[in-house]
């Protein structure tokens, strides 16, 4: 990740309003970019209430998670609730262990050679890693999409009905894909040529194919891994829009080094960050779990502020 990527704030303030800079207070970039980031808080709080967690229940629920690559700490202490039928953004500087942390709400990290999970992670109040939980199964209720669109060199079709075989959820199959391609938005683009290979369509169109392909299985959550950042802005704010749209339905978890993203997107934010021992090493640590509002425009911790501020990268 580049510098310019995680400078979300920056960005907010290159579109500031000429009515914008009447809020500018000292002048200090930090102040514009907070009087910036006030008035799309004040937005999204208009949207979403100040509490979206009230009365949700939760699905996912982490306490004191941890997990070390082959004995090397990632990310550790993490302790937070995902409530149904929001979306949850993780933001923070790279390295800080949000892919990770991702990869273990459904299992993924159990793919990795090395990778070792501590702590529990309860889902519906089930343990996830408990012996005799199928993971298969736990990632058919827990569906993930990747940074990079990865349709399989198939028909589009092929594509969709792939996950609906593996499961053996052969009936309607015809009806199910024509819903999950409704679903992520792509139905009126391909109905007509499902035939062709998936890899045939453009990045934005095969992203959202892979959303399809998740949401075929009829998930309960999905876990976005920056599922825009390989994208063009227009194919990005589709995938937003989708989001939004798919909120309803289910629940998710973001991935996105675009602060400006979480702040559109996500009704409740993590802000991850790095913490440095005296020997030098580094491990991930969850600083602040709020409602976007209240992360963006009053953090309750100084590292948080600095971060959403870009006076820290
Ligand atoms: P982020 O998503 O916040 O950029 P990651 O979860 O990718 O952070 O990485 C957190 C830490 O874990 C980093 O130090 C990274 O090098 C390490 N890491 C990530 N994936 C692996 C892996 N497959 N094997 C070993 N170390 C890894």
């Not at 808080?41 to 629920?61: C, D, F």
């Not at 004995?71 to 993780?90: C, E, S, Y």
């Not at 050679?113 to 501590?118: S, Y």
Request: charged share 25%; with cysteine.
């Amino acid at each position: 990740m580049t510098d310019d990527d995680i400078r979300g704030p920056d960005k907010m303030h290159t579109t500031m309003t000429e009515s914008d800079k009447g809020d500018q207070g000292t002048g200090d970039p930090a102040d514009v970019v907070l009087a910036k980031s006030q008035a799309q808080m004040a937005e999204i709080a208009s949207r979403h209430g100040t509490n979206p967690q009230e009365g949700k229940e939760v699905v996912l629920g982490l306490r004191d998670v941890a997990v070390a690559y082959s004995g090397t700490p990632a990310v550790r202490g993490v302790n937070m609730d995902i409530h149904k039928t929001l979306v949850t953004a993780f933001i923070g500087p790279s390295g800080c262990g949000k892919t990770t942390l991702l990869r273990s709400l459904n299992r993924m990290n159990d793919l990795i050679p090395g990778a070792v999970v501590d702590g529990t992670i309860h889902y519906h109040g089930h343990d996830l890693n408990a012996s005799g939980v199928d993971a298969v199964e736990v990632r058919r209720r827990i569906g993930m999409v990747f940074q990079r669109p990865n349709p399989f060199p198939k028909s589009i079709y092929d594509n969709v009905a792939f996950g609906l075989r593996l499961h053996g959820m052969k009936d309607n199959l015809d009806d199910r894909v024509e819903k999950a391609l409704r679903q992520s938005g792509l139905w009126d683009e391909v109905h007509n040529r499902l035939k062709a290979s998936g890899l045939s369509l453009s990045g934005g169109q095969q992203q959202r194919l892979c959303i399809a392909r998740a949401l075929a299985i009829e998930p309960d959550v999905v876990l976005m891994d920056e599922p825009a950042s390989a994208l063009d802005p227009i194919a990005t704010q589709r995938i937003e829009d989708l989001v939004a749209e798919l909120k309803n339905d289910y629940t998710i978890v973001i991935v996105t080094h675009n602060m400006q993203q979480a702040a559109r997107v996500a009704d409740m934010t993590a802000f991850f960050s790095v913490d440095v021992n005296e020997s030098g090493s580094r491990c991930g640590v969850l600083v602040e779990h709020a409602p976007t509002v209240d992360l963006f425009t009053r953090p309750k911790d100084e590292r948080t502020e600095a971060y959403v501020t870009g006076r820290f990268g």
